[in-house]
């Protein structure tokens, strides 16, 4: 498999260096390549997974990855693409939220056979000496090309903390200790990384007197001009337990369709022969095709089970058959004003967000629009099932039974 074609057909290139000869050591026999992924969250978000998915091409194609958890560069923060100074994570905080990355990545990558293996910065950085990291690392660091890069140009009006600037040479030096343990040749990340990722080229260079690679991924903006995997509930989360997999799957189903066929390449394994097909397809039923997204890309994230059951769940929601019982359904005690259902099931974010939606006609029961904000839902409203539909909008809903 010739990867580099693989990725560059399937939108995952933004910037490489020498594209020639990455494309020659690539071709000529496996190679060693890394990402790093700050847990600066509990979760990873669905724009994590351009990276990821890069990742699991190149594990196809017979490469070996590195999956770099920053357990030391967290406790520092990355200024790039950032306004202002990271929150300081309590190292308890980031031991947790490390142990979730680490778990969530190998849902996607094979990271304990040889293929792969996940990595934790704070192996090398934590017990650095600072002058000595100074004098051995530091001296092949210009302050005048550091200031020139974008991820600090942009901070320097709004002010760049001092611990701030140091991340370039941490990160840099990652690829340098990973290049000397395991003979990494390749780091990848996203398209704000580069200066990052050159300078670690850079420092290779000059202390190893080795050529290694860089390779960047496009950011991703929807076709509204709008982040890859921002919502009016937040980031699109990997963790069931901050995003159901129910609403991931409705993420997907819902995109716009301009995005589907490019989603479909960066999001699941299918063919472009196949993606092809789904594109001429979309022309007929796009909402075919977009049910078709959601379900792989819910299957790599979840699982095939919850995939098919939030595919159910969907379908009974949208009227399309499916089983009722995987739609997301709150259990309580009818009657209830609407807006409390409307913030306890998350449809709304607090009691004056759901009165602002019912007065803008956004909310349904049923098939009943409301208009009232002192709206009270009973069990009249219910089927036989003690069960009624609430809605918010055309794509979000809950079933709400009632619970005697």
Not at 40 to 63: D, K, Y
Not at 109 to 136: E, Q, T
Request: glycine share 8%; proline share 2%; with cysteine.
């Amino acid at each position: 498999m010739d990867v580099l074609s693989v990725l560059q057909a399937r939108g995952f290139i933004a910037q490489s260096t020498d594209e020639d000869a990455l494309r020659s050591m690539l071709n000529e026999g496996p190679v060693t390549a890394y990402v790093g992924f700050d847990p600066t969250a509990s979760s990873l978000h669905v724009g994590s997974l351009v990276p990821i998915m890069a990742m699991a091409w190149l594990q196809r194609a017979g490469h070996k990855i590195i999956a770099l958890v920053g357990g030391g560069t967290s406790r520092v923060g990355d200024p790039s693409g950032k306004t202002e100074l990271r929150q300081m994570l309590a190292d308890e905080q980031i031991a947790t939220n490390q142990a979730a990355v680490g778990e969530q990545l190998g849902r996607f990558l094979s990271l304990d056979d040889g293929r792969g293996v996940l990595v934790n910065n704070a192996d090398w950085l934590l017990g650095l000496n600072y002058i000595d990291f100074l004098r051995d690392i530091g001296r092949h660091f210009s302050v005048n090309r550091m200031l020139a890069a974008e991820a600090y140009k942009q901070r320097l009006e709004r002010g760049l903390s001092f611990i701030e600037f140091n991340y370039q040479i941490l990160q840099a030096y990652d690829y340098l200790k990973l290049y000397q343990d395991r003979g990494c040749t390749l780091q990848m990340g996203g398209n704000d990384q580069w200066g990052n990722i050159v300078a670690g080229v850079d420092l290779v260079r000059r202390v190893e007197a080795q050529s290694v690679h860089a390779l960047t991924f496009p950011l991703l903006l929807t076709a509204t001009g709008e982040k890859m995997g921002k919502t009016a509930r937040g980031a699109t989360w990997l963790d069931s337990e901050r995003l159901s997999p129910y609403d991931y799957f409705q993420y997907f189903r819902n995109v716009h369709d301009d995005d589907v066929v490019r989603l479909l390449k960066l999001y699941t394994f299918l063919e472009l022969e196949e993606i092809a097909l789904l594109e001429q397809q979309a022309a007929q039923d796009i909402n075919a095709v977009k049910e078709r997204l959601a379900l792989e890309a819910t299957t790599l994230a979840h699982g095939e089970s919850a995939a098919q059951q939030a595919l159910e769940g969907a379908r009974a929601a949208f009227g399309g058959g499916g089983n009722a019982a995987n739609v997301p359904t709150l259990e309580t005690v009818l009657p209830k004003a609407v807006v409390d259902l409307l913030v306890e099931s998350e449809l709304c974010t607090s009691k004056s967000d759901a009165r602002r939606q019912i007065k803008g006609g956004a909310v349904k029961v049923n098939d009943t629009r409301l208009v009232d904000i002192a709206a009270v839902l009973d069990v009249d409203v219910c089927d036989a099932d003690g069960a009624a539909m609430l809605w918010r909008g055309k794509k979000r809903s809950v079933r709400v039974v009632h619970t005697p």
